[in-house]
């Protein structure tokens, strides 16, 4: 099952267009009235907030001129009007615009988090394929920076981008009005190349970026690995080699993030330039204009304050911009993983799985994970309702396959997995995995107490439903004893519990499950001959009157199979009962007389 790694995400990488593309049913979801209601609502606030805003300049503009001396005047009256006008004016701009934000915040975290879901559904719609050729720290890296992105993206460019533009379209046409066309046009030229400057420069940047998410991505999935393996690390003493590997990946990542400083520190003396010489050059026109008699001092004023206003915006306009493409490309990851094809999907209009007996039949099922790697070659049985079955075989027989097509985790490549006459590619999976229960091998708990993952099995069963069946696991009693009880927490993946307490969790959360059909796949190969001996009985009372399938290592635990098939080389070389199998003499005598052998071993040194 081994090939080789692929990339984090796969795929082109997408542009700009594309993503914002992605995002907009989110942002506008159909059926979603009251979405559509607040999304309205806000931009008539920010219409109002701008309309505020440009009229500000113009009574304080009044208001100067009213206060500026006439023909040698001593006397001026004050226009208590104009000055409370503008006083509302700017009251008015400042409200509109924070109940602009206060309404669009319901849109704003309702998108990111339709978003998340969508994301975090999909991750478990993908095969079991996609998921062991990818690091966990590094999905999740991307989900996080994606979600983050949106947020960015909405509250940036909704309503920072589109109020400045119409700001900028407003301001130019009053100067044309109020002025004329040079005023305009050389505003227009100054605010057109402050924005080409930026974009250009911007762009450029992002490939900056896009290298530091990859480099940040590789270090959080070399701490999340080297973490998840920390028993590891400790017994091979390779501390100081897992922090080198760290270290390698954080440097390559501070690399990258002082080259876009550097860079942002350029955009920034560039637009500081831009912005200088256009103001400068429009107040020398308008100081022009006062000294020759055509301005008044109130007009001068005007265009001075327009100016300081428009490039205010212009000024935060840079670091939106860059903020949406960064953004952006934090979100590309994301939308890139929802883009990935679904490996095993149901049929359109699949109905469920019926299960009315729980028989089992494989019919010439052919299986490669690759294409030059071929595991089964045209394996057939059927394990009647009530019965069960054993698989056994070397390593790398395709044991554990037969589990994952049963599953569903892949499909077969060639023949028919059938459950009570039904394949189990035209139904829907849910329904399918609803009526199989499985005790692995390596049982992974949650990071939470004992009743969360024993109710696991059904989330929703009551105290009462749990306890019995850790009391069929074997299991009560020793939670009974523990001084938390059910609510005793059992760490990051189970570590605070014994391999044997931990298989009886996993037990009863099968028994809570109540399959009609039971996978036991190598359930008690990693535990000692006492451990496994308890298990063993507990596993008996789960199986009893279902359909199970044992795949096993000890041949010791299948002895009471109703049948055991011999895998060797993904083709079934030996079948019958256990009695019928040590008579024959076969693969499965020499393997049975060769763990006898390794059993006797330990017992006779003890002697």
Known sequence: MIGPRTNLVPGEPRSTLQTIRSLLPYLWPKGDHGAHLRMAVACVFLVAAKVATVFVPLVYSHAVDALAPAGGAAFIAVPVALIVGYGLLRVAASGFGEMRDAVFAAVQQRTVRRVALRTFKHMHRLSLRFHLDRQ?????????????????????????????????????????????????????????????????????????????????????????????????????????????????????????????????????????????????????????????????????????????????????????????????????????????????????????????????????????????????????FRVPAGRSLAIVGPTGAGKSTISRLLFRFYDATGGRVLIDGQDIRDVTQDSLRAAIGVVPQDTVLFNDTIRYNIAYGRPGASQEEIEQAARLAQVHDFVARLPEGYDTRVGERGLKLSGGEKQRVAIARTILKNPRILILDEATSALDTRTEQEIQSALRAVARNRTTLTIAHRLSTVVDADEIIVLDHGVVVERGTHTDLLAAGGIYARMWAMQAEQQDQPEAAAA
Not at 184 to 211: E, G
Not at 244 to 262: G, I, L, M, N
Not at 264 to 274: D, R, V
Not at 343 to 357: F, R, S, T
């Open 136 to 380: 966990t720290g590094g999905l999740s890296r991307s989900i996080e920076r994606g979600t983050t992105g949106i947020e960015n993206v909405l509250r940036l460019a909704v309503f920072n981008i589109i109020p400045t533009l119409l700001e900028v379209t407003m301001v130019t046409a009053i100067l044309w009005n109020l002025f004329d066309w040079r005023y305009a046009a050389l505003t227009f030229v100054a605010v057109a190349l402050y924005l080409s400057f930026t974009l250009l420069f911007t762009n450029w940047r992002v490939k900056i970026r896009r290298t530091m998410n990859e480099t940040d991505s590789e270090a959080q999935s070399k701490a999340v690995d080297s973490l998840l393996n920390y028993e590891t690390v400790k017994y091979f003493g390779n501390e100081a080699h897992e922090a080198r590997r760290f270290d390698e990946a954080w440097a390559r990542y501070e690399r990258a993030a002082v080259k876009s400083q550097v860079t942002l520190n350029l955009l920034n003396l560039g637009q500081a330039s831009i912005i200088a010489l256009g103001l400068a050059l429009v107040m020398l026109m308008a100081a022009s204009g006062v000294q020759d008699g055509s301005m008044t001092v109130g007009r001068f004023v005007l265009v001075n304050t327009y100016l300081m206003q428009l490039y205010q915006p212009l000024n935060m306009l840079g670091f939106v911009y860059r903020e949406i493409k960064q953004g952006l490309t934090d979100m590309e990851q994301m939308f890139r993983l929802m883009s990935v094809h679904q490996e095993v999907a149901d049929k359109p209009g699949a109905p469920p799985l019926a299960v009315p007996h729980g028989e089992v039949a494989f019919e010439e099922v052919q299986f490669a994970y690759n294409a030059n790697r071929q595991i089964l070659k045209g394996v057939s």
